[in-house]
């Protein structure tokens, strides 16, 4: 019983940390272009280079 009272505020505080970080990148934009990498690859770069790659 005494682990409880250890273990409750423990696992509160963990998880209003992870709530603050979820907020913290949907305000800072991390969600913004979920698209744009996933198609940046698919598309060839025009300045690649004389080598070829």
């Given at each position: 019983?005494?682990?409880?009272?250890?273990?409750?505020?423990?696992?509160?505080?963990?998880g209003g940390l992870?709530?603050?970080?979820?907020?913290?990148?949907?305000?800072?934009?991390?969600?913004?272009?979920?698209?744009?990498?996933?198609?940046?690859?698919?598309?060839?770069?025009?300045?690649a280079g004389d080598?070829?790659?």
């Amino acid at each position: 019983m005494s682990n409880l009272l250890f273990l409750i505020p423990a696992a509160l505080f963990l998880g209003g940390l992870g709530l603050a970080a979820f907020i913290w990148s949907l305000k800072s934009g991390q969600y913004d272009d979920l698209d744009g990498a996933a198609e940046r690859i698919l598309h060839e770069d025009d300045d690649a280079g004389d080598d070829g790659r």
